[in-house]
């Protein structure tokens, strides 16, 4: 019997992070939620610093609701009583339909081809993505570039409460803590091309990596039934 209440998302491998610094983390405090603020968090054990992120998690995504391909634009913010780390959606771009608390039900607003290539002669990388609608686009061609374990801190506690926008209430997630925490695969960044939120990333990524491996979420949204 399948529970109304939990939206169950199936994470498909090679679900990709890449991560910016930002030019004004001042800018993200008016797109999140006033009970939290943007927060710097490393987000693999061996980041040196850590710095305030434009985050980009692009993925393959399977529910009962729908099924497709998703960017979730994101920041990392704490809570100011709790002092709990967050992850914010800010924007998300999919070629299938998507829901938030914000607009509700929304039409697909963005492209996606996961083997793009430019020519018969273009080389052909470990991963391949591009994504793109008529403004913008996000090419990553990349080969692997070896393994690094994640900050606990990001990976999982991070994903438990999770918010959309300024949105003042979140939504609980619950998934198998040891798959998220598994090792991901660095990629190098040196074929990245990312024109979307230009206006608040620095330069190219500092972060490009993927999760091998397939990963479930049950989604909390018990609280937006009646939204």
């Not at 109304?4 to 004004?24: F, G, H, R, T």
């Not at 374990?149 to 998934?175: P, S, T």
Request: with cysteine; net charge neutral.
């Amino acid at each position: 019997m399948v529970n109304e209440q939990i939206m169950k998302l199936q994470i498909k491998p090679l679900s990709l992070w890449l991560a910016y610094n930002v030019i004004d983390p001042q800018y993200l405090q008016s797109l999140i939620p006033p009970s939290l603020t943007p927060s710097k968090l490393k987000l693999l054990n061996d980041d040196v610093k850590s710095e305030y992120k434009l985050l980009f998690n692009a993925y393959d995504v399977s529910s009962q609701w729908m099924s497709g391909h998703r960017v979730d634009i994101q920041t990392l913010a704490i809570d100011r009583n709790s002092n709990t780390p967050h992850l914010v959606v800010l924007e998300c771009l999919s070629n299938t339909i998507q829901w938030d608390p914000k607009k509700g039900i929304t039409l697909p607003n963005a492209n996606y081809a996961r083997n793009h290539q430019s020519g018969m002669k273009s080389k052909k990388y470990d991963f391949n993505l591009h994504v793109w609608n008529s403004n913008n686009r996000m090419v990553v061609r990349s080969d692997r570039a070896g393994k690094r374990k994640l900050q606990r801190r990001f990976a999982v506690d991070a994903n438990l409460k999770c918010y959309f926008g300024n949105h003042d209430e979140g939504f609980e997630m619950d998934f198998d803590h040891d798959s998220i925490m598994k090792p991901v695969t660095l990629l190098n960044t040196t074929s990245v091309v990312n024109t979307f939120w230009n206006n608040v990333k620095i330069g190219i990524p500092t972060h490009a990596f993927i999760h091998e491996q397939e990963m479930i979420f049950d989604v909390d949204i018990k609280d937006y039934m009646d939204i």
